[in-house]
């Protein structure tokens, strides 16, 4: 497992900092090369996601902080989004489209950011946080070399 480079990221979470996440990815994802334009914007949006997810439901009204890291390992791209607020009670509900704990909401975010990854692992415990793990290849090496190893959960 070789990893060719990695960033931590950490910063208050308010929504004036989904911007600056998405773009950050997407900046770093572009090193890796082979990612099309349409995927550079799939990352920006799945990151979007993941960040929004943690400000809206992980702390809702209270403040906290958003920790991201990121990695290139063996030809693809790992996120990793993590908050340190309430939790998600039942991850596998949670992952059903159109299912919300917010009625003012659609309920989409993480359907849509597993239609847009590869793999995407989803760690929570109430009352402790939740991590999405977020991996991704670029298109052209989809289908070579693939590996089932995680790189940057020792970032």
Same mark, same amino acid.
């Given at each position: 497992?070789?990893?060719?480079?990695?960033?931590?990221?950490?910063?208050?979470?308010?929504?004036?900092?989904?911007?600056?996440?998405?773009?950050?990815?997407?900046?770093?994802?572009?090193?890796?090369?082979?990612?099309?334009?349409?995927?550079?914007?799939?990352?920006?949006?799945?990151?979007?996601?993941?960040?929004?997810?943690?400000?809206?439901?992980?702390?809702?009204?209270?403040?906290?902080?958003?920790?991201?890291?990121?990695?290139?390992?063996?030809?693809?791209?790992?996120?990793?989004?993590?908050?340190?607020?309430?939790?998600?009670?039942?991850?596998?509900?949670?992952?059903?489209?159109?299912?919300?704990?917010?009625?003012?909401?659609?309920?989409? $975010?993480?359907?849509?950011?597993?239609?847009?990854?590869?793999?995407?692992?989803?760690?929570?415990?109430? $009352?402790?946080?939740?991590?999405?793990?977020?991996?991704?290849?670029?298109?052209?090496?989809?289908?070579?070399?693939?590996?089932?190893?995680?790189?940057?959960? $020792?970032?």
């Amino acid at each position: 497992m070789e990893v060719r480079n990695a960033f931590k990221l950490e910063f208050p979470a308010i929504p004036e900092n989904v911007e600056f996440a998405r773009v950050t990815v997407a900046c770093f994802a572009s090193q890796l090369g082979g990612f099309t334009l349409e995927e550079l914007d799939d990352i920006r949006l799945v990151t979007s996601e993941a960040v929004s997810n943690a400000i809206i439901h992980g702390y809702g009204e209270h403040t906290g902080t958003i920790f991201i890291n990121g990695s290139i390992c063996d030809g693809a791209l790992e996120v990793i989004v993590e908050d340190r607020g309430k939790g998600i009670e039942d991850v596998e509900k949670a992952r059903q489209p159109a299912y919300t704990t917010s009625p003012d909401r659609l309920g989409m $975010g993480l359907t849509i950011i597993e239609a847009l990854v590869d793999e995407l692992i989803i760690l929570s415990e109430p $009352g402790n946080g939740t991590r999405l793990i977020m991996r991704k290849r670029p298109t052209h090496q989809a289908h070579e070399g693939s590996s089932t190893k995680r790189c940057g959960e $020792g970032l």
